[in-house]
């Protein structure tokens, strides 16, 4: 499946963006999906999760009560609302997706568990 990741740009504090990710070449009710996300100088980090019905969702403990993942099957995309952003949400984000069978429970944190990535779309927070 290949990825396609969109809705990025340049935002004050406190403002809101949705990115989106739409997958195309697959089953995309198939995969669960994930967004991370990467800062300058720094490693590539989890940011949210959605299962592939969308019945299950985790948060990095930095954006929870702050942004929410979902997906739409019916339109292969899986989105991510961020409100009340911060500088320190600036970072390029990555949807990510793998169909694989997963034997621990937190599995959904590590990129190294999935097999598929979009190109990545900038969110810039200026103070």
């Known amino acids: 499946v290949q990825l396609q990741a969109y809705g990025g740009g340049m935002v004050e504090a406190g403002a809101s963006l949705r990115l989106s990710c739409t997958a195309s070449g697959g089953m995309f009710s198939r995969y669960g999906t994930a967004w991370f996300r990467q800062a300058p100088g720094k490693e590539r980090a989890f940011v949210a999760s959605?299962?592939?019905?969308?019945?299950?969702?985790h948060y990095a403990d930095s954006v929870k009560r702050r942004f929410t993942i979902s997906r739409d099957n019916a339109k292969n995309t899986v989105y991510l609302q961020m409100n009340s952003l911060k500088p320190e949400d600036t970072a390029v984000y990555y949807c990510?997706?793998?169909?694989?069978?997963?034997?621990?429970?937190?599995?959904?944190?590590?990129?190294?568990?999935?097999?598929?990535w979009g190109q990545g779309t900038q969110v810039t927070v200026s103070s």
């Open positions: 959605i299962s592939r019905e969308g019945d299950i969702t």
């Open positions: 990510a997706a793998d169909s694989g069978v997963k034997t621990y429970s937190t599995w959904y944190k590590n990129l190294r568990e999935y097999s598929h």
